[in-house]
């Protein structure tokens, strides 16, 4: 009761608030006994809508009345009443004033006003569905539903239908980063929400289903009620965005593409979970969907005309990158239905920006088109050095929370530590330095979120946008809102409504799943087959290749398929990895990866344990040293103290292991590139017994072969970024192309023509600069390469943008064989491959622009890879070259293999 008061005497505040304002008349009551009017703007409100240049100061006053007298106490409310039938009359509240400031939002004046208040009355919406409560949310959003797909049904047969609801238990499911996250409901009726922590449960898609079926239990839902469960979708391929039945297939493509994607353990647990509700009642008939997958293509694969279009590019940046769709969908779909509005005519931009994922999506009338994928946006907003605010914020001795993530070092959006930031501002007592600092930080945020939201708005005036939301399960932390505030200031779409909500995510799984269950009055089940959407997507591409316009040369996805599909049916086994410096977080989140795909059976860190055991909770990976037989630590010597004696003693205990282990793939981690190669290279040394009887040591030339895929799918290789300072000879340049051949070969298309450039800062031979002379001279010795790699050309000197860019071949009239589209690049010195190697794994990445990339070294045919990687080089570059180590070995045991064959057949 205490709660109800609190809001009705708040109401009632701004109720005075509007009439007196004289901004806003009454209109009528809508209920005397709660105090509930209806307003209209008044005659003085509508002229200077009218003539807003003469009254600036009277549209500012009005945005002020609502901010102040509206908007913040609602915030306020929000935060301090935790009764949900407190929000009921708050609800009744803000649904007439949101009518009444509809005129608003054509305002470049006011529009942020009318954003402001719809988006109080969808978070009051949110907040009065407690458990036990009706969810206005989820009913709004299944009518909009069926509104969008089956407009021929009768609005009596949609309301009939939700008598049947009632009975219904549905358990909706999204799996992230550290938890599995439920919403639990009985038709429209929210029964509990839960989250399951992977830190106190794991990661076992058997164990947390286990889990969600103590917590139904817990909350007095009996098992044999529970028919339906659905779940967001992950990472599925290339395929149409829909609702897709949860087969075995999208459980195994769940499975196999879990990398890429925490979402997909969802699809994982739900499948366990099926089993353990039909376990309880084996006559049970339990509906499990799969909603909205993140790799959806924007394309319908039944639409031959479009997909056969002359320009491909369009076609490829369709079917490129992640990004959620459901938060879109939810959002346009209930406010469809708070302004009464056909959902085919709004347009929206909604950015999802939660800790770990951020991307844009346009909906432009009935089309939903990608605007930023989470590979693009997480790298311009995660490009934030928090590990050296962190050193500061320590120098100053402040005390920062355990929980904060800012002591986590844990990459992400960033969006987590710039509210911890925000805290530490308001609340810690720091000097004015790095106050200035701090803030400099947050502000520099705000404005790239807002840049991204800005880009994705862009376009023709017909595609504009009714709206521009920000979405995340952080929107009712108040440093989150703050955030947004600052985030919209800096946006100069000033007359589109700019929103900050709660991603309703759950309400729209619930919605979604009922319509297609139980509302749809088909009777075969129209939810969609992964299996035939992909066969029909595969078709088409298979069109337009056929017809030239579009290939894949090489992809790491492809790779991986491959890899775990040849250890699935045993023509392969997996490998066995040594990490040198086993504390490195980047290089755990990859190797834990590897593991979890199988692609790995025994892990070896080498390091200090104490170290290492810090690192995997910090990261809070599902590596257990202790409880798992396949992973183990090799410590340093104890005694070893400093940063100098750690380093010699990690040294030695890499030589004795690397002696006794050489089928071990090494990998890079927290060790120094000299000390690895120092004892890494052994692996390549040849020794032969001489005349005198004395051993002859021959140490193969060994190189670095990086392979870049680019946003619109075109591939490069490079050498060498990573080992030979310089080529002297033109016989050891020839020794650097061979190996990146060697590697090139064995994970691309047969068949592909090789345009090997050598790269230099001219494409003429000159003696001012000797590296001319050099690639000039290595040119004559390639020949015998060609008979043994397949067919290739071999160009130099040339300049890289000779190299790579079409345009300037023609622009300088060059007449070689390679214009602008050479495929590997070799540069004659470690400074030039060096430069290329960052500027496309990381300039690229900053300019918002997707960019996967792998390197593993290598010293000619049949030598084992070693996975060394740069510093700044994210897990998933870490990851991309565990892969390309394994696809290279798995490619030469089939060359020995065949080899053996032909050899035998021969005798």
Known sequence: MESLETVRSTIEAMDTALSESKYFELLHTVDAADNLFAYEPSARTKEALQAYRNAKGQLAYIASLIDEKVVRPVLDLEQKIHDPSAFDPLCD????????????????????????VLSAYIMALSRRAGSGRNSPIIEKILRNIARRKA??????????SYSELQGKVCVALISKRYAVHLLVTRGFTILFRADIDFDAFGTSPDELALQIIKLLIRNGVKISEVQDVVCGGGDLGPIPDGIYVLTERVKEESRKRLPNSSLNRGALVVWELVKLLRAQNENAQVNASVCSPLSFCTLSAKDINFLLREDSRELEMKLRGYVKVTPLKSIAALISEIEEINPENLNAVVMTLDERFASAVKKIGPRIERE?????????????DFGKVM??????????????????????????????????????????SLKRSLVHIVDSYARQVAMVMQMAAAGKESERPHYILLTSTMARDPYFIKLFDKIRSQMTTQDIPIMCVDSLEYEYLVANHFFEMYVNPEKTDKRLNVDIEARSIKKALRMICSSGDISELFSFSRLLEQLTTDIAEKRMSPAKIVVVGGDNEDVLAAVSQALEQGLVDQLTLLGDPQEIHAAIKRTKLPIAPELDPHTRIVSIDPLAVDFEAKRLSLANIFREFLSANSQYIVVKGSV??????????????????????????????????????LPDGRFFALSDAAVNPSFRSSDALVQAIENQMDVVRKVTQPGLLLKVAIITAVEKQTSAIPATLLAAETTTKVGRLAEKYGPMIVEGPLSFDLATVPEVA????????????ANCLVATEINTANVLYKMLSKTMGSLGLMVDNGAIITAGPNTVPIVLTSRGDTARTKFNSIVLALAYLAKQKDVRSAQTTALSSAA
């Open 93 to 116: 509240f803000l649904e007439n004033l949101v009518k009444a400031v509809s005129l608003f939002k054509k305002s470049d004046r006011l529009a942020s006003s009318y954003g402001d």
């Open 151 to 160: 407009p021929e049904l009768a609005h009596s047969h949609i309301y009939g």
């Open 372 to 384: 930023l994928a989470a590979q693009d946006a997480n790298k311009m907003l995660g490009d934030f």
């Open 391 to 432: 050193d500061q914020l320590h120098r100053e001795q402040v005390v920062i929370p355990q929980n904060f993530r800012l002591g986590a070092r844990d990459k992400g959006t960033g969006v987590r530590e710039v509210c911890e930031l925000m805290m530490i501002i308001e609340s810690a007592n720091i000097s004015r």
């Open 672 to 709: 120094d590139t000299a000390t690895l190669l120092h004892t890494a290279l052994s692996l390549y040394k040849k020794t032969t017994p001489g005349l005198d009887k004395k051993d002859i040591v021959q140490h193969p030339l060994a190189t670095s072969t990086a392979l870049f895929v």
């Open 810 to 821: 023609d622009e300088k009239h060059y007449e070689g064989k390679i214009r602008g589209d």
